[in-house]
């Protein structure tokens, strides 16, 4: 677990002092201002929030930021390591294969966090000016944060598979833009094919959490999308090592 | 005791491409093995699967007992690796990474500290400690690389090409560093540098083309690999008088002389192996009444031992 920690602590200083990460933190505030004012835009109007809720801004990121999001996050992560060489170096150090895959998926995380961090401004806004529930706050926030977590780690496994960061991010763009609109494409077609694309969706699952839900089939898509695209991961690094 | 390193049988395909063929060795503790190759030999291959980076078409290699394929990560604990390539993340700082390195091969962080003091010290980086990598000239990064390498005094150290691209003095320091290793570290470390083997290393490995064609001692290689002593005479009387009497000695396989118009020539003896002719080339010329100008046994340089084995084709060691 040292291991993770170091390799996570090491990715966290590199977003800190690369510019990309302040232009993405950046432009996430803005869009995100931008969904929060919308969503309440009666707020010059009345005393109260029509609805003291972050429900549609949470939604909003789910679908309008987190696809491009995870790709940006995590495109260098492991492909890097791969054009530099510099994963020579780590892949003869006596770490484990897991190791590396989780303290990158932990610094992406923790990056994920401290962004999500910055919407608390939004509720506190709520909780001013409005009454909000916060029983939906909560669901939709560990929401938010399956729904990252699992981006995340499509797009590690993406970085995973080549050398160029570029391929990496539009390989998991793809992917995750695909999840994301899979409930849409559910109801082009009928009867169990419907169920099944939809309940593949990503967006699917997420509805319950803003609304104050959290069911356990729920949680449990997200946990193991991560929980099986970290393992490929794995795989793939074991692979690169048993060519 | 087993050798620290031990490889037996290694062979590796790329695709259809055989890099190395049944390259079978053993480094045993404290010893400093050369591997000696031209370019594509199969030296960056053979080192890359013994630090668990390539796994091996078959045969199999071990680092202080612990096999590379079953017991990977106890085996990578025990060593040090420069990469030919010098990969550093370059956004770090030069302690920033040391310190990174240093974590990730399981040194608590009082060591750390210690250490990459002394490595700091040792590599000449005092200067450079607050660096960006990615700022660094190649010579100094290739000084980084160095001070990673042995920054946990690893058991064995894994030196690809470790001189590569550093001044001169840089040169003599770290040569002179790897040296002070020997005894307790067992070392392996590639090059093109033929004084270079011969100042730093206990045995030589020769590989060309992904076959191991001679391991010795530097100088037991020379020696085994001479094959004919050369001698050169120059000797003042009639060429083609000089040139019988010589061809006539016990031991004597050619004679080769470039007349120059005078009776004064350079003569050029190729003898049996291990026959010092010296004696007998002076009596018979002072016997005949000529003057022995010049006699001088000519050893062949590493140099040319490595272009013979590399070049030739019948050889068998
Ligand atoms: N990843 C790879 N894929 C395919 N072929 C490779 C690969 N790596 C090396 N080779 C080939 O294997 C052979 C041995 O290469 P290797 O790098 O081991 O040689 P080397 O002795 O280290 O040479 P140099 O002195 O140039 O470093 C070469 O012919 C090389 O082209
Ligand atoms: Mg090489």
Redesign the interface.
Known sequence: MRNTWAIAWKEIRGYFTSPVAYVVALIFVALTGYFFVRSVDSILSGPNFPEASLRDTLRQISVFILPWLAPVLTMRLLAEEQKMGTIELLLTSPVRDWEVVLGKFIATMVFFLGALALTLWYVLMLAWRGNPEIGPLLSGYLGIILYGGAAISIGLLASSLTSNQIVAAVVSLGILVLLTFLEVGADQVTGVASTVVGQLGMTTHFDDFVRGVIDTSNVVYYVSLMAVMLFLTVRSLETRRWR | MAGMVEVKHLTKYYGNFLAIENVSFEVKKGEIVGFLGPNGAGKTTTM?II?????PSSGTAAVAGYDLVDKS??A??H?G?L?E?V??????TVE?YLS??G????MNPKRIKARIADVIDSCRLGDYRKSDIGKLSKGFRQRVGIA?AVLHEPDVLILDEPTIGIDPIQVVETRALIKDLAGTHTVILSTHILPEVSMLCSRVLIINEGLIVAEDTPKELANRLQGVERLEVEIQGPRIEVMGVLEKIRGVLEVACSPNGSDQNVYKIQARRGLDLRPTVSRAVISNGWSLLNLQLVSMSLEEIFLKLTTSEEINV
């Open positions: 890359r630090t668990g980076f390539l796994p990560r106890q990578r604990a060593i690796y990469p390539t990969p550093l993340y370059t956004d770090m920033g990174f390195m974590t990730i091969r399981g990673q």
